[in-house]
């Protein structure tokens, strides 16, 4: 009688990788092609300076907001976006600035919304509806 128990043989450790995946730090060809096209296509963008000294937030020139609200609304954007751990917050990113400018301009007056239904659909009469 033939004993197929596999004493002998130990399990796959479920640590060890599969002979045929890329090993860690290794560059794939499409790695490569990836990080060469990105590497130029960065290098045509002119470098972000911060020597340009951009006004503090207290000091930038509102569009929309009063006073108030502008102190209300960097309280907010701090809250929802807070500094720290992973990256800048809304405030040092000027989150701000971008809803007062986006506020004051054509999206703030609803200036491109679709506000009347197409002139050439009627409405449908539902027998049994009630004129409310």
Same mark, same amino acid.
């Given at each position: 009688? +033939?004993? $197929? /128990? $596999?004493?002998?043989?130990?399990?796959?450790?479920?640590? %060890?990788?599969?002979? #045929?995946? @890329? $090993?860690?730090?290794?560059?794939?060809?499409? !790695?490569?092609?990836?990080?060469?096209? !990105?590497? /130029?296509?960065?290098? !045509? #963008?002119?470098?972000?300076?911060? %020597?340009?000294?951009?006004? =503090?937030?207290?000091?930038?020139?509102?569009?929309?907001?009063?006073? +108030?609200?502008?102190?209300?609304?960097?309280? #907010?954007? &701090? *809250?929802?976006?807070?500094?720290?751990?992973?990256?800048?917050? *809304? #405030?040092? +990113?000027?989150? @701000?600035?971008?809803? &007062?400018?986006?506020?004051?301009?054509?999206?703030?007056?609803?200036? +491109?919304?679709?506000?009347?239904? $197409?002139?050439?659909? %009627? @409405?449908?009469?539902? /027998? !049994? /509806? =009630? @004129?409310?």
């Amino acid at each position: 009688m +033939t004993d $197929h /128990s $596999h004493s002998d043989r130990s399990p796959p450790d479920a640590m %060890t990788p599969h002979p #045929l995946a @890329p $090993h860690p730090g290794a560059l794939s060809r499409r !790695g490569f092609i990836g990080a060469a096209l !990105g590497g /130029s296509a960065l290098a !045509g #963008l002119p470098a972000f300076s911060q %020597t340009q000294d951009a006004p =503090s937030l207290n000091e930038v020139e509102r569009q929309f907001f009063g006073a +108030t609200e502008w102190q209300q609304l960097n309280a #907010l954007c &701090d *809250a929802l976006i807070p500094a720290g751990g992973d990256g800048p917050g *809304a #405030l040092e +990113t000027r989150v @701000p600035v971008f809803i &007062d400018r986006q506020l004051a301009g054509d999206f703030g007056k609803a200036a +491109t919304w679709y506000m009347e239904g $197409h002139s050439s659909l %009627t @409405p449908i009469p539902i /027998s !049994g /509806s =009630s @004129p409310l």
